[in-house]
């Protein structure tokens, strides 16, 4: 039995040496899902072998399997002690986005080792903790030399870029050599948080030539796979021309990333909040089929917070723009549990009550905010001013904005207050706002030019309504700072006069004299400006009339000649004309009216072919008792002579039924006949 037992121990022994070779051939050769076999059957035979659990570890996160590695990790806590297995468990729990976690176990490990810094320097940047972030990757840079040199100074300009535009922190010159294309579109990014959009425009440019060439040399890549590649440094180059207003071309280029289907859900969330915001209230149903791209899984594990918390701004307004007033409510509370002094959420449940016509209720829950928190009062009470306006309340909205203690000496409220008083003809308060202005830059910025500069605002103010008297220390105050200004020694000496006649005389005598104040003016150059060509033919004309004179041919004023009125062409001199041709037809004395539907030598209607002969005797206007018609005006040879011949104003020119419809036309555009 004894010596059975020894064969059988040799035996396993001999079996275990080969499993363990197993382990060490896959290793090496990448095939972790077999070396993860042969681990296995050495645990059968020995189930608390430290090394043979490490393997497994090891192999379950080479797999992908982290959840499973991380359960083994913690069953056999005893056995895998935190100095042997605390990179694994840190690492573990950083892909399973369990953050924190992964910090206590590595801050909790008794060495740290050159890979659990790396690790930390990840889990400080996905904390967001950059300053420390910035620090972890400096020392890593200065105490490490091995061939990852490159990916940590990626690492590092990635927290320089994301301090400038989430920290809005000036970012520091690190001095990186930018030879690939991901420390070019950091760069880019960092450029981007300062403002500097152009240069931003043209690192993108250089990253993407940059990824172009890096990526040719590898013959397996395809062209689907480089634009895949590319489609960040897209993103960000459509992101800078939305920022300058081009949003036509950057909308066009959003919808060429979404089409390539990228794998970065991340990525697809941002573009197409990006294009939510492009359409505003226009384009509701493409901005309603975008939303969801935002809602894949695992994108809160990719996006920053703020650019979450812009997400679920932007969902929460295109909910009311789509008039979900539910939705809109219940997405405005949920980000205001989640950042109490943010104003946002207050803002859009403001806008929603708008948009319901509870205008009184919107103010009184921006009211309350603005109690709550104020540090953020001076926003709320602008809007707050702003929906007063609104409801046409403009003396209520001047009462908000003067509460604005932090905002009262600024030239844009003094304008926005003197105008709004202005309007309400409310002269004093308007003085007054200028007054309080004044006294504080007196106090603190007396040598500032704004200081001058609402001075004379508001002597001109007073001046432009009638409040001279008021007026005069502002005026006194100008031309004190400015004794050579004649403009202000003139509106000074204006307002005395109504107040003090003596001393306007004595302030009079500073004025300078009329020689000291000709202009020079060159009238050569005047005449030959652009707007002078009238003036200058004008000036020739009396030019010539002054010689003209001068040789002494008198100053008699030419008199006008009259033109000769234009007859009609079918004048005829020796008919007298109509004395009655300026009136209507209807006003004039031998009118009679039409008789509409009658023909003269007809009395009623006959059979085809039937004759009226009896109809002139028929005729009462013939017969010899009718009484004489009343004569045509005109002497009675006249009448006599002309007696079939048709006044001048009746009659046609030769070809007239050709030309009647010409003659027509030219007097519907107001032509006036001869007579």
Same mark, same amino acid.
């Given at each position: 039995m004894a010596a059975a037992a020894g064969a059988g121990a040799g035996a396993g022994g001999a079996a275990a040496a080969a499993l363990?070779?197993?382990?060490?051939?896959?290793?090496?050769n990448g095939d972790f899902a077999r070396a993860l076999k042969s681990v296995n059957k050495i645990l059968q035979v020995s189930k608390d072998d430290v090394t043979a659990l490490h393997c497994k570890v090891v192999c379950l996160i080479q797999n992908g399997s982290f959840k499973e590695a991380l359960s083994v990790i913690n069953t056999h806590s005893k056995i895998l002690s935190s100095d042997v297995i605390a990179f694994e468990k840190a690492y573990c %729990?950083?892909?399973?986005?369990?953050?924190?976690?992964?910090?206590?176990?590595? +801050? $909790?490990? *008794?060495?740290? !080792? @050159?890979?659990?810094k790396e690790l930390y320097g990840q889990v400080l940047y996905r904390l967001e903790r950059y300053d420390d972030c910035l620090v972890a990757y400096r020392d890593l840079i200065r105490n490490s030399q091995d061939?990852?040199?490159?990916?940590?100074?990626?690492?590092?300009?990635?927290?320089?870029?994301?301090?400038?535009?989430?920290?809005?922190?000036?970012?520091?010159?690190?001095?990186?050599?930018?030879?690939?294309?991901?420390?070019?579109?950091?760069?880019?990014?960092?450029?981007?948080?300062?403002?500097?959009?152009? %240069?931003?425009?043209?690192?993108?440019?250089?990253?993407?030539?940059?990824?172009? +060439? $890096?990526? *040719?040399?590898? !013959? @397996?890549?395809?062209?689907?796979?480089?634009?895949a590649e590319l489609a960040i440094i897209h993103g960000q180059m459509a992101y800078i021309m939305q920022l300058q207003g081009r949003t036509e071309d950057a909308l066009q280029l959003y919808n060429q990333i979404i089409k390539l289907k990228p794998t970065d859900v991340g990525l697809l969330a941002v573009i197409a909040n990006n294009i939510i915001t492009i359409n505003k209230d226009q384009n509701v149903f493409d901005s309603k089929k975008k939303v969801k791209l935002t809602n894949a899984e695992g994108v809160e594990h990719k996006l920053s917070k703020k650019q979450l918390q812009a997400i679920e701004f932007n969902k929460a307004l295109l909910a009311m723009y789509t008039n979900q007033a539910d939705q809109c409510r219940k997405l405005s509370a949920s980000l205001q549990s989640q950042s109490p002094e943010h104003l946002l959420p207050v803002l859009i449940q403001a806008a929603q009550l708008c948009r319901e016509k509870q205008h009184a209720k919107a103010i009184g829950l921006l009211q309350d905010f603005a109690e709550q928190h104020?540090?953020?009062?001076?926003?709320?009470?602008?809007?707050?001013?702003?929906?007063?306006?609104?409801?046409?309340?403009?003396?209520?909205?001047?009462?908000?904005?003067?509460?604005?203690?932090?905002?009262?000496?600024?030239?844009?409220?003094?304008?926005?207050?003197?105008?709004?008083?202005?309007?309400?003809?409310?002269?004093?308060?308007?003085?007054?706002?200028?007054?309080?202005?004044?006294?504080w830059y007196q106090q603190f910025q007396p040598e500032s030019p704004v200081h001058l500069s609402l001075?004379?605002?508001?002597?001109?103010?007073?001046?432009?309504?009638?409040?001279?008297?008021?007026?005069?220390?502002?005026?006194?105050?100008?031309?004190?700072?400015?004794?050579?200004?004649?403009?202000?020694?003139?509106q000074l000496i204006s307002a005395y006069s109504l107040v003090d006649p003596e001393k306007a005389k004595v302030l009079s005598k500073h004025l300078p004299?009329?020689?000291?104040?000709?202009?020079?003016?060159?009238?050569?150059?005047?005449?030959?400006?652009?707007?002078?060509?009238?003036?200058?033919?004008?000036?020739?004309?009396?030019?010539?009339?002054?010689?003209?004179?001068?040789q002494g041919q008198g100053e008699v004023k030419k008199k006008k000649k009259k033109k000769k009125g234009k007859l009609p062409k079918n004048y005829d001199p020796k008919v007298t004309p109509d004395p009655e041709r300026w009136l209507p037809m209807r006003e004039r004395s031998y009118y009679r009216g039409r008789k509409k539907g009658k023909k003269k030598d007809q009395v009623g209607k006959g059979t085809?072919?039937?004759?009226?002969?009896?109809?002139?005797?028929?005729d009462a206007s013939r017969t010899a008792s009718s009484p004489p018609t009343s004569p045509r005006p005109g002497s009675a040879a006249a009448v006599s002579a002309a007696s079939?011949?048709?006044?001048?104003?009746?009659?046609?020119?030769?070809?007239?039924?050709?030309?009647?419809?010409?003659?027509?036309?030219k007097k519907k555009k107001g032509g006036k006949s001869g007579w």
């Open positions: 363990w070779s197993e382990v060490n051939r896959c290793g090496q %729990e950083y892909r399973l986005n369990r953050i924190e976690s992964a910090l206590k176990t590595i +801050q $909790s490990a *008794s060495q740290q !080792t @050159d890979k659990l061939e990852y040199e490159e990916e940590r100074k990626t690492n590092l300009s990635a927290v320089v870029a994301a301090q400038s535009t989430w920290e809005r922190v000036m970012p520091e010159d690190l001095g990186l050599r930018e030879t690939t294309y991901e420390l070019c579109y950091n760069s880019a990014c960092a450029l981007i948080g300062q403002g500097k959009l152009n %240069e931003a425009m043209k690192k993108l440019r250089k990253a993407e030539e940059l990824c172009r +060439q $890096s990526l *040719s040399e590898d !013959t @397996d890549v395809t062209e689907e796979d480089t634009e104020p540090a953020n009062a001076a926003e709320i009470k602008l809007t707050m001013a702003q929906l007063k306006i609104a409801q046409g309340s403009v003396t209520k909205a001047c009462m908000i904005l003067r509460s604005i203690e932090e905002l009262q000496h600024k030239p844009g409220m003094v304008s926005a207050l003197v105008t709004m008083y202005s309007h309400e003809e409310d002269i004093d308060s308007a003085i007054e706002v200028f007054t309080q202005a004044i006294q001075i004379r605002e508001a002597a001109n103010f007073k001046l432009k309504h009638g409040r001279k008297k008021e007026a005069i220390s502002d005026l006194e105050e100008l031309w004190k700072q400015n004794p050579k200004d004649v403009h202000t020694l003139a004299s009329s020689d000291t104040m000709s202009l020079k003016v060159d009238v050569d150059a005047l005449e030959n400006s652009h707007g002078a060509t009238y003036v200058r033919k004008k000036a020739g004309k009396l030019t010539g009339d002054n010689q003209q004179k001068e085809q072919g039937s004759t009226t002969a009896g109809s002139s005797e028929l079939n011949v048709i006044p001048p104003r009746h009659q046609k020119p030769a070809g007239a039924p050709a030309t009647k419809k010409k003659q027509q036309q």
